[in-house]
């Protein structure tokens, strides 16, 4: 690992198979680094975007939203596991040390959000933040695209949920709170490990499972709803940690729980290799032979309800270990249901307001 990048969780670029050729950005865009986490050695760069539209709708059975919104498109967080990487290729980019050091900032998105709540056409629905990339990632301490889009979701009193694993979420709790006082929002905190080592080499632009779980304690604390997402669950890596991982999280405030087991879709297959083989050679056969286990014997599953969860044995140790963890620690606890029925068309005020 003489030649490793530091700070990035990918070590190299995978090909595009969307493009032939890589699209390679203005140096002029350069990156300003947050304080909490170490510059990497690989330069980020911000790229200003304008899409004509920022709520995507999905129809798949696999996950419990309709609505989301991605106000940032790759991550700076670096998780080499992480689902979102292929899709960086239909920007252009690899989904290697691109997606991690490329970040297309999608500027309009609040404009964007506001003329969707203003149409006439618009019925309130929960709106998912980061059903793709982490929409606290270090690039939301500049742009801020979040925090003005969550101000939007309480004026109008259109209900959000929220998946991070980053403490900044924090600096919002002037809008959190008032939001879960009408019901309006839930949090999910993403915490995959309680090993520092594991996490500084799985997800290298993250902060310290500790920071996330007194982020969870502090979102409890202001009324805020919080849960924990134990994703993605890696055989041989975390699945260990499953119940001590719910335990911990019902002693900040969870009252729920969930998790994915890991895939390996498309780009994502060689760049995770690469990183395992790098970072844990003396099991990375077994590792991958694990998680082909849970997937039909393939690393790349891409089939409805099988392949978030698995299937085989080794998919049924880990769902049993969820079970138990959740019976144990979050006995009577459970998500709240958030309601759409505030919303105010136009964002006019009510009359008892």
Request: aromatic content about 10%; hydrophobic content about 35%.
């Amino acid at each position: 690992m003489g030649d490793y990048k530091k700070g990035r969780g990918a070590q190299f670029n995978t090909a595009n198979s969307f493009s032939k050729h890589q699209y390679e950005p203005d140096d002029d865009l350069s990156a300003s680094y947050d304080d909490d986490f170490p510059a990497p050695t690989v330069k980020t760069q911000f790229l200003l975007e304008t899409p004509k539209q920022i709520i995507s709708r999905s129809t798949s059975p696999d996950i419990g939203f309709s609505a989301s919104i991605n106000p940032y498109q790759g991550c700076e967080h670096g998780c080499i596991y992480c689902y979102a990487r292929p899709s960086h290729e239909y920007w252009g980019f690899s989904a290697g040390l691109d997606f991690e050091s490329k970040i297309m900032v999608k500027k309009n998105a609040p404009d964007l959000l506001e003329k969707q709540f203003q149409s006439r056409s618009y019925k309130p629905v929960v709106i998912h933040f980061s059903g793709n990339t982490d929409c606290y990632q270090p690039a939301e301490r500049t742009y801020q695209l979040t925090r003005r889009m969550l101000a939007l979701c309480l004026h109008y009193r259109n209900p959000v949920s929220i998946i991070t694993k980053n403490a900044l979420i924090l600096r919002d709790l002037d809008i959190l709170k008032p939001m879960a006082a009408l019901k309006l929002v839930s949090v999910a905190i993403s915490i995959t490990t309680l090993t520092e080592s594991l996490r500084l080499l799985m997800e290298p632009r993250t902060v310290t499972a500790a920071q996330r779980f007194k982020t969870m304690h502090t979102l409890h604390q202001a009324g805020v709803p919080v849960g924990i997402m134990t994703a993605p669950i890696i055989p041989s890596l975390n699945d260990h940690e499953i119940p001590k991982l719910i335990e911990q999280a019902a002693k900040q405030g969870a009252c729920w729980a969930a998790y994915t087991v890991v895939r390996l879709n498309g780009a994502l297959g060689p760049l995770f290799t690469d990183w395992l083989q790098q970072a844990f050679p003396d099991r990375a056969e077994r590792v991958l032979n694990q998680i082909a286990d849970c997937h039909g014997g393939q690393l790349n599953d891409s089939r409805f309800k099988t392949r978030v969860s698995g299937e085989g044995m080794y998919a049924q140790h880990i769902a049993q270990l969820h079970r138990i963890g959740c019976q144990k620690y979050l006995s009577g606890r459970q998500a709240p249901r958030l309601t759409t029925n505030l919303f105010r068309p136009a964002g006019q005020i009510g009359l008892f307001e």
